[in-house]
């Protein structure tokens, strides 16, 4: 399996707790891909961050393909989080000043690759999420599709098997969110990759396999959905 977590719960505050995850318990084999829904304050956005080590449980313990993050440490999580691990997110959170190319090329010049050989990936990346005529231009010339699109093909960039989404299509107009479904679903197709995707959207729920339905902490409502095929 490639993500798994057994009893896992986050809490917030001294006095009056707050349970933002309450026994959360559930497993994820490669190339699912499972929305998950609730209301806002459910613990979507922290059951994401957990599972991408920017925060740590309270207690419960979570594996990604098989390594406790727990027993990790800051190096190998840092690791595990930029070569298995893609996130985007509903505000797309590309860097003001770089061009679509740098961009997606950040992750790899952090990781120490050189100036050109990490643009020459970002672009081959830009070109499979069918932005190749806009590299060089900034998040500002771009508009809310293309930029979603940016962040996807950063997310991307060193081909991890799980791709985390908080709201991908939450700032997009219906067409264009539809467009990113379609992106990700021939992705999907190309790479098998594992997706986790918050949504309110029942559109980009009826993409995916599963969808789990959280409430005060807990999953409350597990369904398995046959996943609608988008696009050709
Ligand atoms: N850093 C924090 N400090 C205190 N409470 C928090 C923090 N982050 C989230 N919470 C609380 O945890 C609960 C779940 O939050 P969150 O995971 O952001 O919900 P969702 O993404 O479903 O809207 C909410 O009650 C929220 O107020
Ligand atoms: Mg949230």
């Known amino acids: 399996m490639m993500i798994q977590l057994e009893n896992v719960t986050r809490e917030y505050g001294d006095g009056k707790l707050v349970h933002a995850l309450d026994g959360v ?13 609730g209301p806002s304050g459910s ?4 059951l994401l961050n957990l599972i991408c080590g920017l925060d740590e449980p309270t207690s419960g313990v979570i594996r990604i393909d098989g390594a406790d993050i727990a027993g990790l440490d800051d190096d190998a999580r840092t ?8 996130m985007i997110f509903q505000t797309f959170n ?7 190319t740098e961009n997606v090329a950040l992750p790899l010049r952090l990781q120490g690759l050189s100036r050109r050989d990490a643009e020459t990936r970002a672009n081959s ?8 005529g806009r590299s060089s231009h900034r998040p500002d010339e ?33 067409h264009t969110g539809e467009e990113i479904l379609t992106l990700l679903d021939n992705l999907h197709r190309e790479y098998n990759t594992t997706v986790l995707m918050v949504t309110h959207n029942e559109e980009a729920a009826a993409y995916c396999d599963r969808v789990l339905r959280l409430r005060d902490g807990r999953v409350v ?12």
């Open 79 to 86: 690791r595990l989080r930029r070569e298995k691990i893609g």
């Open 43 to 46: 613990g979507k956005s922290t």
């Open 142 to 174: 771009l508009s809310g599709g293309e930029r979603q699109r940016v962040a996807i093909a950063r997310a991307l960039i060193f081909d991890p098997p799980i791709l985390l989404a908080d709201e991908p299509t939450g700032n997009l107009d219906s």
């Open 221 to 232: 409502k597990e369904e398995v959905v046959k996943a609608t095929r988008l696009g050709g």
């Open 125 to 132: 990346m830009l070109g499979k999420v069918g932005l190749a």
């Open 94 to 100: 590309l860097l003001p000043t770089l061009s679509a």
């Open 25 to 37: 318990s559930l497993t994820i084999d490669r190339g699912e891909r499972v929305a998950v829904m």
